[in-house]
């Protein structure tokens, strides 16, 4: 049985992105009985550690969308990933959350961008985080 899926569609860059989290996971031997929104939760986390970059981005903007508690963890590591719009939407999801810990770990994403426009959005993201600094 392959399971329900429930598909998200957010709007971003002029385009519609949809990603589709699985209600039951029949997959690994086990269904999600404690929430749809848990269950949202771990496909989302899932899609960060090997999706595309659009689905990363879309999961993003639902994790950021839902006030996911756990995402803020997940999101650090994805200032380094391989896609130019994957570290420009964690470090604004960094940006957007007002989450302080991470500072260093922006600041060091800003000064080894390579690509000159990623590096442009990431200072942007980066003014907007030390503007918070008392």
């Known amino acids: ?3 329900t899926y429930r598909c998200c569609t957010y709007r971003h ?7 589709c989290l699985q209600d039951y996971d029949y997959q690994f031997g086990r269904i999600c009985f404690y929430g749809v929104r848990t269950c949202y939760e771990e496909k989302a986390f899932q899609i960060l550690l090997s999706g595309e ?3 990363k981005v879309a999961a993003l903007d639902w994790l950021e969308a839902h006030h996911s508690w756990d995402a803020k963890r997940w999101v650090q590591g994805l200032l380094y990933d391989a896609s130019p719009a994957v570290r420009i939407r964690a470090a604004r999801y960094i940006a957007d959350t007002h ?5 260093p ?30």
């Open 1 to 3: 049985m392959l399971g």
């Open 99 to 103: 989450y302080l810990p991470f500072l």
């Open 53 to 55: 970059s659009e689905q």
């Open 105 to 134: 770990n922006l600041q060091a994403a800003y000064r080894t961008e390579t690509d000159k426009a990623t590096q442009e959005e990431l200072k942007t993201q980066l003014e907007k985080l030390t503007a918070l600094l008392p």
């Open 13 to 19: 860059s002029n385009r519609n992105l949809h990603f």
